[in-house]
């Protein structure tokens, strides 16, 4: 199970080398731009800024394609009914089958932003190191518990994906075999959903009882007693480096506020 959003941050691409407080605040400020497009016009104008930053920070496709996959699976499933259901205008009739003209623009719109969206936050932290990132959101003013919560959630979810495979494995060695199937004859029986209910249930009950455990090691260390701010970045970059990132920080929040205005004017 891959869950890494930074195993490619030592990639070599101006994306990679920006200065993480910069890269932070531009690339927010372009999803919200993105968030507010509601005209169709603006679409191929926002894939393309998509498609450009993509190419450009030298990621991989398969490491796009990889996490895309279930969230565009659930987008698919809330949106599909659209075309059908909303709107006035028929574009194409048969039989109780109706597509709509408004409905395939909301589609294309809901589908167009939730793809860039996406994209730019996998941009976001696939170009940098989770911990870089977390120090630049603290020094961006995140209060030191909610940075403290990001770094152990992060942490812990390829914890609790090892005890989920080991469990898997532990099953399969007693002879439990289950393999999904895509059609409905083929649906699980009563005794099969039952152990997958037991799975789920141990998985997250020891997952409660580690969280536990973590706690009280981290307060027998001190944890909370100290007002220490330890995730802010004090190192000094040098000049030349900041000033680039600086320019490329004014970039693309030109380019936010284009589409910002763009959106408006329309």
Not at 7 to 29: F, R
Not at 83 to 90: E, Q
Not at 100 to 107: N, P, T
């Amino acid at each position: 199970m891959k869950l890494a959003l930074d195993e490619y941050a030592h990639l070599k691409s101006w994306i990679h080398q920006w200065e993480a407080q910069h890269k932070l605040v531009g690339l927010i400020a372009l999803i919200f731009a993105f968030a507010l497009v509601e005209h169709w016009q603006l679409i191929p104008f926002m894939l393309l800024t998509t498609s450009l930053l993509y190419l450009t920070s030298r990621l991989p496709f398969s490491f796009w394609s990889e996490r895309i996959r279930y969230p565009g699976l659930f987008l698919l499933g809330v949106v599909i009914l659209l075309p059908f259901l909303s709107g006035t205008t028929v574009l194409w009739n048969w039989g109780i089958l109706t597509v709509r003209q408004e409905g395939m623009v909301a589609l294309f719109l809901i589908a167009s932003r939730f793809l860039s969206i996406i994209t730019v936050g996998l941009i976001l932290f696939g170009t940098t190191p989770f911990l870089t990132t977390v120090r630049a959101m603290r020094s961006l003013g995140l209060p030191i518990v909610l940075a403290d919560m990001l770094l152990l959630t992060y942490r812990y979810l390829f914890e609790v994906a090892n005890s989920l495979t080991h469990m898997q494995r532990s099953m399969r060695l007693r002879g439990f075999q289950y393999q999904p199937r895509r059609r409905l004859s083929h649906l699980p029986d009563r005794q099969t959903l039952d152990r997958l209910a037991s799975l789920a249930g141990t998985l997250l009950v020891r997952s409660y009882e580690q969280s536990e455990r973590i706690y009280k090691a981290m307060r027998l260390r001190g944890y909370g007693y100290q007002k220490i701010n330890t995730f802010v970045n004090t190192e000094v970059q040098p000049k030349g480096i900041r000033l680039w990132s600086m320019a490329g920080l004014v970039c693309v929040l030109l380019v936010a506020l284009s589409f910002v205005v763009a959106e408006v004017l329309i």
